[in-house]
C-alpha cells in the first residue's frame, strides 16, 4: 500500500471485496496518506513496509549518505543488486527505520502488526529493521527468496510468491499453498494486488500480474474454494 494510486485501489478491493486479510503499508510515498485512508478502518492487519530503495527518506538525506543519492532520494534497487558489498550503514539506516515507524503511527494511529522491510540484500538493513523491531516490542517479519522459512514469533512461515512467472496463475499459487500447509509449515502467499496507472508502468516491472491477483482476491469462485476445503485465512495478529 503507498506504492500508487493505482495500487492503493486494488489493495482496497482486495481487502473490502475479496479476501486479503494483511496489508503491507509504504510510508514515505506521494501516495502513502491516500492509499492508508482507504484501509486503516477496515480491520485489516498493517504492517509497515520499510522502504530505503525507492522514493525520498523522511530522515534529513544528509544524516543517511550510505542509502541516499546527492540529489536526496534514495539510491536504487539496481544499486543494490550491482554492489558486492553491503554500503549500509547501521547507524544510519536504524534512523531511517524508526523514522518510517513514527511516520505509520502518525498516520495510521497505533503501532504496526508487524515489522519488515522492502527487499533489499543488505545485512546492515535487516539488523536495523529485527533492532527497532525489538526496541518497539513489534514482531519483525523478514524476507525469503527461494523455499527458505521464515520465522515469525514462534511459527513457521513459508513464503510462495509466483507473480514474475511465466502465465502466472494466482488461483493455482492459491491451491499450491493449500497443498502444503500443516502445523508446521503455514504458507504465506504474497500478493501484489493493484490496478495500473502511469507512475506503476513506469516505475514497476510487474504489471499484469497485480490486475490478476486483484481478480482473483476478489473472485466468488476462489472464496467458495476456501470455504470447501476449511480453509482459514490467518491474520498475523492471530499468531500469538
Known sequence: MGYSRAVNYGIYDAVVEGVVNNVCVMVNTQFSKQGIELVKNTGVDLGLHTVICTGKPLTNPRLIPSV?????????????????????????????????????????GRRPVFLGGHAVASKNFVKGLQLVAKCHNVPFLGFSSGNTQLEFKEYQLQPIMESMQQNYNPFETVKKCIKISSVDNIPMMICHPGYLDDYILEHSSLTIARIKEVEMLCNNEVRSYLKDKKVHLIKFSELV
Open 68 to 108: 541516499t543519492t546527492k540529489d536526496g532520494n534514495f539510491k536504487s534497487s539496481k544499486t543494490y543488486r550491482n554492489s558486492s558489498q553491503d554500503f549500509v550503514v547501521l547507524n544510519e539506516v536504524i534512523l531511517e527505520i524508526e523514522a518510517q515507524y513514527q511516520k505509520f503511527i502518525e498516520l495510521i
